[in-house]
């Protein structure tokens, strides 16, 4: 596996794989690498046309508003690299902040993800969604990847990336891959480290209650129902809720009578911030 640290060994080794004919598939990360993460990379070498893979590993500044959040995020380099050489990953792309990041100030030209990243995590965490598309936007470019390849976790950030690579008319296929799960069902996240034993036992909960509510609607019951029982059951079990609604998946609105959608939901438990979504579908 090439390891490449800097922009010219990047433009280096994009080179030398047009040279050889072979497409790239890119999965970016933010490292600190579970099994979610391994499963886009596994994805990405799935492909029919064997692309070359490169993972990013970059813990971006710009898509944090919390600075403690952004301290605190695990950083595990030579484990990640120990991970991706297991996988038989082509290259792991780690660049240093300074040259991806620019002077953040008034300035700076930026990405706006527009009205997709008004609700939900968009309205939670103000900035992210425009930090998290600035960095990808730049990553694209530097890559130059036929296919990128993200998990249906972050559902909305999934949804930005679609619409900003259609909206801005960039080659590039965006494909997005199922939830990693633990058995329990917990959603995959760097930050289920963080959880203690007994928020750690009640996290499951979170996804347990979405796929009762997706079944619920399924059954024909009204959707402020649903949501009024799967609000109390997790705040009764200690989640304080940020949202939990039904959305459009295209809009991402929030949609207000029981149709195929997805729920979306984010909710803590103490200080951490767990975030899932279910997809409805209603014959
Ligand atoms: O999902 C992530 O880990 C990050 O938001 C991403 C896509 C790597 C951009 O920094």
Redesign the pocket.
């Known amino acids: 596996m090439e390891i490449i640290r800097d922009l010219n060994e990047l433009l280096n080794w994009r080179q030398a794989q047009a040279k050889a004919e072979r497409n790239v598939a890119f999965v970016?990360?933010?490292g600190n690498l579970h099994n979610g993460h391994l499963n886009l990379v596994k994805a990405a070498q799935s492909r029919a046309d064997q692309p070359s893979v490169l993972v990013?590993i970059?813990v971006?500044p710009m898509?944090f508003n919390d600075i403690n959040d952004l301290a605190r995020y695990p950083r595990t380099e030579s484990e990640d690299i120990a991970q991706l050489t297991r996988l038989n990953v082509d290259a792991v792309f780690l660049p240093n902040e300074a040259e991806l990041t620019p002077e953040i100030n008034p300035f700076s030209i930026r990405v706006d993800p527009g009205e997709l990243a008004a609700h939900w995590e968009g309205a939670a965490r103000p900035g992210h969604f425009t930090g998290?598309a600035t960095?990808?936007i730049k990553l694209f470019h530097l890559v130059q990847p036929q296919v990128a390849v993200?998990?249906e976790k972050?559902f909305q950030?999934l949804q930005i990336v679609r619409r900003m690579v259609r909206d801005l008319n960039m080659p590039i296929e965006i494909m997005g891959v199922p939830t990693a799960r633990a058995e329990d069902g917990l959603a995959l996240s760097s930050r289920n480290r963080f959880l203690d034993e007994e928020q750690r036992r009640t996290a499951p909960l979170l996804h347990a209650t979405l796929l009762d509510s997706a079944q619920q609607l399924r059954l024909g019951k009204p959707l402020d129902t649903v949501l009024k029982n799967a609000r109390n059951r997790l705040t009764a079990a200690g989640f304080k809720l940020d949202y939990l609604a039904l959305c459009r998946p295209d809009t991402l609105d929030p949609q207000l009578t029981a149709e195929n959608g997805i729920l979306l939901a984010a909710a803590r438990l103490g200080a951490i911030r767990l975030l899932d979504n279910q997809p409805v579908v209603i014959e």
């Open positions: 970016p990360t933010m990013s970059f971006n898509q998290m960095i990808v993200f998990g972050d950030q």
